[in-house]
């Protein structure tokens, strides 16, 4: 996979297909006070990693899921409905909206999935996401109940201890118990089995567009970079560390976006696009899993796609929306589409492995 431009000087791919380069700050608010959406947002400098693995910070009130891998062919116990390891794994919560969270492969090659949740939610289902990158092609789980681990512990882990053939039969009911699925927040349990650190994977598949998209709702005070600073309002909490997941709509199917490189300071996300997904008249929106706290983008249109272009990277450039100016706040100029736009290089702040970099 391409890693990239070097931060700072990437050409933006405006909201309707035009380029352009550089500009003046983006946040600059003018008398009518609404942002300027008319020029690329200020060059922002690498972010070399503080550590060369990942440490898996969670956010505040969350806890770190781990799933194994039990549907491709290459595992082992394994229900064998995958030729190829998932995209990532659903985390799905049955109450109110079933909102997901996208699990991502905890470092390349490795079985196991993870994502951070709300730990408020102790019942979940799984499920994987596909070639497709849907998720709803394929059948969910039954109900894993973890109220007895969650919240009182920051991490647990779900894998299968069982054979080969009856993995399907305890993967509807969600049977937990000896030869059955292993539910715990005990890390030595795993013994072996558990993955060594390392580098995330980076690989992109033939078929697919991959779009780095860069958190938009945190307050630039705080990162160097444009954010609406609606994050905290919302959700409770200052970021970074930033959520692991969000949920694209407005394709063939919901999608998930997910934090590239996990060591609590990383803005970045990335999509796998089907390329035949990627039409003129396609539009894509960026969600936190739980649309009942209000964080979203507007519908961005894709721009046409340039021959040999593999990659997009998209930053918002507005000003924040949190203040008086912003009625309603937060649902004012973050939520013009003109206030993002698309690049052909990292924009900034990244390294190698958060969106990538020379």
Same mark, same amino acid.
């Given at each position: 996979m391409s890693t990239g431009g070097s931060t700072g000087g990437a050409g933006n791919v405006g909201p309707f297909g035009g380029t352009t380069t550089g500009g003046t700050t983006a946040s600059s608010v003018p008398t009518a006070g609404k942002p300027s959406y008319d020029a690329a947002p200020p060059s922002v400098p690498d972010a070399p990693p503080v550590d060369p693995n990942e440490t898996f910070t969670c956010s505040p009130g969350t806890v770190r899921i781990h799933v194994r891998d039990i549907w491709s062919i290459a595992a082992n116990p394994t229900m064998g409905t995958m030729t190829t390891a998932p995209l990532s794994v659903l985390v799905i919560y049955p109450t109110g909206s079933w909102p997901s969270y996208g699990a991502r492969q905890d470092t390349a090659n490795c079985s196991w999935y993870s994502v951070c949740a709300p730990n408020t939610l102790t019942r979940f289902e799984i499920k994987p996401v596909g070639a497709d990158a849907c /998720?709803?092609?394929?059948? =969910? #789980? /039954?109900?894993?109940?973890? #109220? #007895? %681990?969650?919240p009182t512990t920051n991490e647990i882990w779900l894998d299968y201890t069982g054979p080969s053939s009856s993995v399907a039969a305890d993967y509807q009911t969600a049977t937990v118990g000896t030869q059955h699925f292993r539910l715990t927040s005990?890390?030595? =349990? %795993?013994?072996?089995?558990? *993955?060594? $650190? &390392? $580098? !995330?994977d980076q690989t992109l598949p033939s078929g697919y567009i991959k779009v780095h998209f860069r958190y938009p709702w945190a307050d630039p005070q705080e990162t160097g970079?444009?954010? #609406? +600073? *609606? +994050?905290?309002?919302?959700?409770? @909490?200052?970021? !970074? !560390? @930033? !959520?692991?997941?969000?949920?694209?709509? &407005?394709?063939? *199917?919901?999608?998930? =976006?997910?934090?590239?490189? $996990?060591?609590?300071q990383c803005p970045w996300y990335y999509v796998l696009i089907p390329t035949k997904d990627w039409t003129s008249t396609a539009n894509i929106t960026f969600r936190y899993p739980d649309d009942s706290l209000g964080l979203w983008t507007p519908n961005l249109p894709l721009p046409a796609l340039t021959p040999g272009v593999t990659e997009y990277w998209i930053g918002y450039a507005g000003a924040p929306d949190s203040t008086a100016v912003s009625i309603p706040t937060c649902m004012d100029g973050s939520q013009d589409p003109l206030s993002s736009f698309f690049y052909t290089a990292n924009p900034g702040p990244g390294h190698a492995n958060c969106g990538g970099s020379t």
């Open positions: /998720g709803g092609t394929s059948n =969910a #789980s /039954g109900t894993f109940d973890a #109220s #007895s %681990l969650i005990d890390e030595t =349990a %795993l013994g072996t089995e558990a *993955c060594p $650190q &390392g $580098q !995330p970079f444009a954010g #609406s +600073a *609606c +994050a905290k309002s919302k959700l409770g @909490y200052d970021v !970074p !560390p @930033y !959520p692991t997941s969000l949920k694209v709509t &407005g394709l063939a *199917c919901e999608m998930q =976006a997910l934090l590239e490189f $996990q060591d609590g």
